[in-house]
C-alpha cells in the first residue's frame, strides 16, 4: 500500500511536466519542455532511487531479523519500519522532482491543478464515508454495543467513528467498515441498545416421536439455564419440515440471553441439556425418509 502512495505521488510530481498545454503558460513547444528538464539531475536521481531501494530493503531485512530475536517488541519495529519507508518514499520523490525539473510558475501552476485533482478523487470516498457516519449518528440503525450482522460479518459494533464503524466478531477479530457501505446494504440488530438478546436455537426430531413431551423438554431446559433472561417469554414453535433427506418435525426455541456476550455459552448450555432430556426420555431424531438419487 505504502509502495502504491509512492508510486502515486511520484506520477502526480513529475506528469506535469510532460503536459503540453496550460491555460495560464502554455509550454508550446519542445524546446520549452526540455529547458524545464535538468539532465544532470535525471542521472543523480536515478542514484537517489537505487540508494532507497538499497536503504528500504536493509531496512526491511534488518527488522525481520531483530523481529524474529525480540518477538515481543516485533509490532513497534513493524510500526516504525511503515513510518520510515513513507519518510523514504516522500524525501525520494520530491528530491528527484526537485534535481529533474526546473521550478518556476508554469511547473508550480501545473502542480497545483494536478495535485488538486487528486487530492479531489482521493477525498471523494473519504468525504462520503463522513456524510455517512453523520447519517448514522442520526438516524442510529445501530449504536455501539449493538450486535449486528452485516455482509456476513455477525459481531459487536465497538466504535462508530465519522469515516469508519468497528466490529468485534464472535471470532475476536477486528473488522473496520466504511460508513458509505451502511447507507445501501441492510444491516441486522439482535438487541438494538438493549443488553439481552432474542436466541433461535432449532431441534429436530422424528415423525413418530412424543412431540408435545419434546417441547415441554427444550421449556424447561430453557427456562432453567443460567443464562436466560427470565422477565422475557420461552417460546417453542413446531413445525413439520424436511431437512436434506429427512422427514423431521422442528421445534424453534426462542428465548431471551440475559447478556449478549453469554449468547454462544446460552446457546450452548441450552442445546447440552435437551440433548441430555431427549437421550433420556428416548427421544430420536429424524430417520431418512428417502435417498437422492
Known sequence: MIRNLFLILLITLISPAFAVELDTAPLDNLQDFASLIRWGGVFASLIIIACAWILLRFIESLVANIGDQFVQR???????????????????????????FRVDERILALIGGTIAVS???ALKDLTASFVAGLTIMIDRPFQVGDRVTFEGHYGDIVT??????RMNTLNDDIITI????FLNEVV??????ALDMQVVIPFHVGLDQDITLARELIQECASSSRYIHLPKPVVVLVQQTITDNYLAIKLTCKVYVVD????????????????????KHQILPPAIAFKSS
Open 74 to 100: 516485533r509490532m513497534l519495529l513493524q510500526k516504525l519500519q511503515s513510518f520510515f519507508q513513507f519518510f523514504v518514499y516522500m524525501s525520494t520523490a520530491v528530491s528527484v522532482f526537485m534535481l529533474s
Open 119 to 121: 487530492v479531489g478523487f
Open 160 to 165: 462508530i467513528g465519522l469515516r469508519s464503524v
Open 178 to 181: 466504511p460508513n458509505n457501505k
Open 188 to 193: 441486522s440488530s439482535g438487541n438494538y441498545g
Open 260 to 279: 449478549t456476550k453469554f449468547e454462544k455459552l446460552f446457546e450452548t448450555d441450552i442445546t447440552l441439556r435437551v440433548m441430555s432430556e431427549f437421550r
